[in-house]
């Protein structure tokens, strides 16, 4: 299973230049097969019933770019990884606890009140950045700014997304100082 995982990862973190570089030489067909392959095994190998659902939905995604063989709709996948976690995150905040908070529960299991209050307002927050991110990939694709599309989607929203937690990080050791938690 970590095999396969690292492949996805290293597949996701690769789609954005082999879409670019990819596209005429090896064929947006090629391209959405692989990856139909590898989320097909994800799904297949998967326990967590969130995953698979997440999965499931990449899948489905991927099996119509590759039924349609549009080049156009390589560009569309990220926003839907996007939306796709936007939907993960925004429906954990109308559970009774969202995604922030149950990985900040798997570290300390006993939150306060004014802690499960705070990974709330992070999940929002990860919302907005779904949103925007995923709007400025669209915004980018259905342009034509190819390779603008290719730099911002493998490299920009990683950095925006490494500075978003480094961000978090730092606010959030403030704040445990500050309401001595």
Do not use: H
């Not at 067909?29 to 990449?58: F, H, M, N, P």
């Not at 954990?92 to 705070?118: F, G, K, N």
């Not at 480094?166 to 050791?173: F, H, K, Q, V």
């Amino acid at each position: 299973m970590r095999l396969v995982n690292l492949l996805v990862i290293l597949s996701l973190a690769a789609y954005p230049f082999l879409v670019y570089y990819g596209r005429e030489t090896i064929g947006s067909l090629w391209i959405t097969a692989g990856l139909l392959l590898l989320w097909g095994i994800k799904s297949v190998l998967s326990r967590q019933r969130w995953q698979q659902i997440v999965t499931l939905a990449l899948l489905a995604c991927v099996a119509v770019f590759a039924m349609t063989d549009r080049p156009g709709f390589l560009y569309f996948y990220p926003v839907v990884i996007n939306l796709v976690l936007l939907a993960v995150f925004a429906g954990s905040l109308l559970t009774s606890m969202s995604v922030v908070e149950r990985i900040a529960r798997s570290r300390e299991p006993d939150l306060p009140e004014s802690a499960r209050r705070y990974t709330r307002n992070v999940t929002k927050v990860w919302c907005l950045f779904f949103i925007v991110n995923g709007s400025v990939i669209y915004m980018l694709g259905q342009a034509g700014y190819t390779q603008a599309w290719s730099v911002y989607t493998g490299f920009v929203s990683y950095l925006l997304m490494g500075l978003l937690f480094a961000c978090e990080w730092i606010y959030r050791r403030r704040y445990k100082r500050k309401n001595a938690l």
